[in-house]
T-cell receptor, first 109, second 115 residues
């Protein structure tokens, strides 16, 4: 599975869009990009995943570049409850999720 | 729908004691995963099962750790004897098959402290 790189931390004002980048320059053609988040003391929560096309669900949008070497998770209107560690994972769908250190997002009131 | 259920939520025990962590996966899911999270090593996969059969236990740290899945709705992770370095949060996750389109769903974990 491809290695992913994320900034260690980001701040976002409440109500604004939070854009969390992820670099996965070695991703292969059959690898999906998954995003999870972990709110303090809870288990990781699935947010969204994609292969090539941009995806949107009730929680977030995922923008994947055309060359698939990077992606951005967008939380359109961040709230204080979105404060969490966000993990980007590139996987071909096997059991091996490799959780890196993620991005610690802090939403500011 | 009920998510993955883990028990106990917190466990404090003395070194040398046996510890048993329990997990009930989401009904219908055929894959079950055990992870451990520490500050030093982050989230690590310990073992996973498919249709109640252990598939890969290469992440299990040593022979003191064992995991079983006697049926589709229950799994245990046992540590015997426990040591202080086993202190961590242990997560169970389940998924409906593998394949790039199937996310894993996590429980809220068991916070284990070995004194």
């Amino acid at each position: 599975d491809a290695k992913t790189t994320q900034p260690p931390s980001m701040d976002c004002a409440e109500g604004r869009a939070a854009n969390l980048p992820c670099n996965h320059s070695t991703i292969s053609g059959n690898e999906y990009v998954y995003w999870y988040r972990q709110i303090h003391s809870q288990g990781p929560q699935y947010i969204i995943h994609g292969l090539k096309n941009n995806e949107t669900n009730e929680m977030a949008s995922l923008i994947i570049t055309e060359d698939r070497k990077s992606s951005t998770l967008i939380l359109p209107h961040a709230t204080l409850r979105d404060t969490a560690v966000y993990y980007c994972i590139a996987t071909s769908g096997t059991y091996k999720y490799i959780f890196g250190t993620g991005t610690r997002l802090k939403v500011l009131a | 729908d009920a998510g993955v259920i883990q028990s106990p939520r917190h466990e404090v025990t003395e070194m040398g004691q046996e510890v048993t962590l329990r997990c009930k996966p989401i009904s219908g899911h055929d894959y079950l995963f055990w992870y451990r999270q520490t500050m030093m090593r982050g989230l690590e996969l310990l073992i996973y099962f498919n249709n109640n059969v252990p598939i890969d236990d290469s992440g299990m740290p040593e022979d003191r750790f064992s995991a079983k899945m006697p049926n589709a709705s229950f799994s245990t992770l046992k540590i015997q004897p426990s040591e202080p370095r086993d202190s961590a949060v242990y997560f169970c996750a389940s998924s409906l098959g593998t394949g790039g389109w199937q996310p894993q769903h996590f429980g809220d974990g068991t916070r284990l402290s070995i004194l």
